[in-house]
């Protein structure tokens, strides 16, 4: 059974930096494509980043970009998110998920292409 395990939120000034983390086990976390998500109160999940199984390509939303950087440890059976500069409209359960390979796949952004779900980690910022 793939179980991933989020890490690291908590409460963090605007401007200020945070660092999640997601473990993987009991799945060949090598072959996966990683992809964090979020979902603030009274609102949908939302795409944050993805990576592919190999980590050379990544994708960001519009609303992070240039500020959050998602990562890989193949070997560590780990996923990252280094998230910088976070302002209060950051605040949301994160989660992270995981994707089985599809020949063919493209970048991964709809939270049901994603097949293995952690439990989330709360990350609020405060202005």
């Known amino acids: 059974q793939v179980q991933l395990v989020e890490s690291g939120g908590g409460l963090v000034q605007a401007g200020g930096p945070l660092r999640l983390s997601c473990a993987v086990s009991?799945?060949?976390?090598?072959?996966?494509?990683m992809g964090w998500f979020r979902q603030a109160p009274g609102k949908g999940r939302e795409f944050v980043a993805t990576?592919?199984?190999?980590?050379?390509?990544?994708k960001y939303a519009d609303s992070v970009k240039d500020r959050f950087t998602i990562s890989r440890d193949n070997a560590k059976d780990t996923s990252f998110l280094q998230m910088n500069s976070l302002k209060p409209e950051d605040t949301a359960v994160y989660y992270c998920?995981?994707?089985?390979?599809?020949?063919?796949?493209?970048?991964?952004?709809?939270?049901?292409?994603?097949?293995?779900w952690g439990q989330g980690t709360q990350v609020t910022v405060s202005s």
């Open positions: 998920a995981a994707k089985a390979p599809v020949p063919g796949g493209a970048f991964a952004e709809s939270p049901r292409e994603y097949d293995y």
């Open positions: 009991g799945g060949a976390f090598g072959v996966y494509a």
């Open positions: 990576i592919t199984w190999s980590g050379s390509s990544t």
